[in-house]
T-cell receptor, first 113, second 109 residues
Framework: SQTIHQWPATLVQPVGSPLSLECTVE??????LYWYRQAAGRGLQLLFY??????ISSEVPQNLSASRPQDRQFILSSKKLLLSDSGFYLC????????????FGEGSWLTVV | RKEVEQDPGPFNVPEGATVAFNCTYS??????FFWYRQDCRKEPKLLMS???SGNEDGRFTAQLNRASQYISLLIRDSKLSDSATYLC??????????FGSGTRLLVRP
C-alpha cells in the first residue's frame, strides 16, 4: 500500500531563518506531488505541484520554493521566513495521470515568530 | 466568484439528526468531485467520491447536479464523531484540485 511521510510535524522558526520541509511517498512510482498551505481558519491553498523529477509548477508568488530531487521526494524550502508564512503545510500525492483524488501527509505546523 | 464555494457554517445539530451540505463550483468542465473530512489540526482525509448517478456509503450520501453545478453531502443519523470540517473538492481540466473552504459540523449530545 502507498504511504506518505512528512516531517517535521511542528516547528517554531524566527523571522528570517530558513525552512526545509520534507515529504516522501512509498509504494508507488511517478506520483504527482503537491504542497498545500492552510492558514488558520482558512481553506487549502495550492503552493506547488510536480508531475515528475525536476518538474515544479508554482501556483502563487511567494518566498517559498520546492524541489523534487527524486521520484518520491518533495521538499519545500525558504531562504528567509516571513511572519505570514505561518500555517499548516500539507504534502500530498496522487497517482500518475491526474484527475485522481489525492492523499495527504500528516502535515507540518509552522509558527514564525 | 470563487471556483468552489461552501457555506462555512457551523452547522450545529443534535445526535441523530440529518444534515446536508451543498457546494457550488464555477467551472462547467469540471470532471471529478470528492468530499474530504478534516478534523481539527489534522490533515484532510478522503470521505467519498461523488459520482454522476449519486452514491451512498453507509450514513453518507453524495449527489452531483451538473445542470446547477453543485454537489451535496447528506449525513443521516449524525454521530458525535461526525463533528469535523467537510471539504468539497473539484478537479477540472488539469492536475490541480480545487478545495472549498469547508463547512464545519458540530454534533451535540
Amino acid at each position: 500500500s502507498q504511504t506518505i511521510h512528512q516531517w517535521p510535524a511542528t516547528l517554531v522558526q524566527p523571522v528570517g531563518s530558513p525552512l526545509s520541509l520534507e515529504c516522501t511517498v512509498e509504494g508507488t512510482s511517478n506520483p504527482n506531488l503537491y504542497w498545500y498551505r492552510q492558514a488558520a481558519g482558512r481553506g487549502l491553498q495550492l503552493l506547488f505541484y510536480s508531475v515528475g523529477i525536476g518538474q515544479i509548477s508554482s501556483e502563487v508568488p511567494q518566498n517559498l520554493s520546492a524541489s523534487r530531487p527524486q521520484d518520491r521526494q518533495f521538499i519545500l524550502s525558504s531562504k528567509k521566513l516571513l511572519l505570514s508564512d505561518s500555517g499548516f503545510y500539507l504534502c500530498a500525492w496522487s497517482p500518475e495521470g491526474g484527475r485522481n483524488t489525492i492523499y495527504f501527509g500528516e502535515g507540518s505546523w509552522l509558527t514564525v515568530v | 466568484r470563487k471556483e468552489v464555494e461552501q457555506d462555512p457554517g457551523p452547522f450545529n445539530v443534535p445526535e441523530g439528526a440529518t444534515v446536508a451540505f451543498n457546494c457550488t463550483y464555477s467551472n462547467s468542465a469540471s470532471q471529478s468531485f470528492f468530499w474530504y473530512r478534516q478534523d481539527c489540526r489534522k490533515e484532510p482525509k478522503l470521505l467519498m467520491s461523488v459520482y454522476s448517478s449519486g452514491n451512498e456509503d453507509g450514513r453518507f450520501t453524495a449527489q452531483l447536479n451538473r445542470a446547477s453545478q453543485y454537489i451535496s453531502l447528506l449525513i443521516r443519523d449524525s454521530k458525535l464523531s461526525d463533528s469535523a470540517t467537510y471539504l468539497c473538492v473539484v478537479i477540472g481540466s488539469s492536475y490541480k484540485l480545487i478545495f472549498g473552504s469547508g463547512t464545519r459540523l458540530l454534533v451535540r449530545p
